[in-house]
């Protein structure tokens, strides 16, 4: 937990007198933590994802839309490397670009990476 949510937390123990529910209840209501223990708010990723979207000249609606297209898929995993970079955890990255589940931003950064490699070493296969 970040420094501040332990504050948080602290604050609303002592409020509470001592109900651990209540406690952990505050920090969540405050968007301090996640649901699977994120320590930053979703608003933020989507302002970092705003910025290099920006940056690379990429729609952000057409990076949260479902489409698959191979164009599509390529910007959306630039984005999802930019953001992890940037420190994002991949649950929070997942979730704040339509509601993906973090394996699939695993997957396609994973997938990215063995191509090319494959490019590197001339195997066609992948």
Same mark, same amino acid.
Do not use: N, Q
């Given at each position: 937990?970040?420094?501040?949510?332990?504050?948080?937390?602290?604050?609303?123990?002592?409020?509470?007198?001592?109900?651990?529910?209540?406690?952990?209840?505050?920090?969540?209501?405050?968007?301090?933590?996640?649901?699977?223990?994120?320590?930053?708010?979703?608003?933020?990723?989507?302002?970092?994802?705003?910025?290099?979207?920006?940056?690379?000249?990429?729609?952000?609606?057409?990076?949260?839309?479902?489409?698959?297209?191979?164009?599509? /898929?390529?910007?959306?995993?630039?984005?999802?490397?930019?953001?992890?970079?940037?420190?994002?955890?991949?649950?929070?990255?997942?979730?704040? /670009?339509?509601?993906?589940?973090?394996?699939?931003?695993?997957?396609?950064?994973?997938?990215?990476?063995?191509?090319?490699?494959?490019?590197?070493?001339?195997?066609?296969?992948?």
């Amino acid at each position: 937990m970040k420094a501040y949510a332990l504050d948080v937390f602290r604050a609303a123990w002592m409020r509470s007198d001592g109900d651990l529910a209540a406690a952990v209840e505050a920090v969540y209501l405050a968007g301090l933590v996640g649901s699977r223990g994120t320590t930053r708010r979703r608003s933020e990723v989507e302002e970092a994802m705003r910025e290099v979207c920006e940056r690379l000249g990429f729609d952000l609606a057409e990076i949260k839309s479902p489409d698959r297209s191979r164009v599509v /898929t390529a910007r959306r995993v630039r984005v999802w490397e930019a953001l992890r970079a940037r420190g994002f955890s991949y649950p929070l990255i997942g979730a704040a /670009t339509g509601d993906r589940c973090h394996t699939s931003v695993l997957t396609a950064i994973r997938r990215k990476g063995e191509r090319a490699s494959a490019d590197d070493t001339g195997d066609i296969s992948k």
